[in-house]
């Protein structure tokens, strides 16, 4: 799995991506996910985050405990890794969360800020 984070107006769109070698017609992974919480690990290639979204993460408050809607920490390999409460698919109103306590921005690919069609419509009607 990867993740993508984009933004629209003010509102981060975060969001798994399907592997591309699930083929169409398939069931994906997505399909089966049923958690509070989604990770992804090794950041420096897995996570793609807009420039427009980078932005919005940098002034999400930072919490004071150790998990919060968003973590993005180093483990002791190395690897960066980020995580967000919630499942395969979350806006986000960035000025109404909170970090985890050690957030901080970590190794990530710098991608267009492509917001998917029915984001944008969600973001326009709730917020």
């Known amino acids: 799995m990867h993740a993508r984070i984009t933004a629209h107006r003010g509102i981060l769109v975060v ?4 592997n591309r070698a699930t083929e169409e017609g398939t069931r994906s992974n997505l399909d089966k996910l049923r958690s509070l919480g989604t990770i992804i690990h090794d950041t ?24 919060g809607d968003f973590a993005w920490f180093r483990s002791d390999d190395g690897t960066d890794h980020f995580a967000w409460l919630g499942g395969p698919k979350r806006l986000v ?14 190794a990530h690919q710098v991608i267009p800020n492509e917001v998917p069609e029915g984001a944008r419509a969600a973001i326009e009607a709730n917020f």
């Open 15 to 18: 969001e798994l991506v399907q």
């Open 44 to 67: 420096r290639r897995h996570l793609g985050v807009s420039e427009e979204a980078l932005s919005l993460l940098r002034v999400v408050k930072r919490g004071l405990e150790r998990i």
């Open 93 to 106: 109103n960035p000025s109404e969360v909170a970090t985890a306590r050690t957030y901080e921005i970590l």
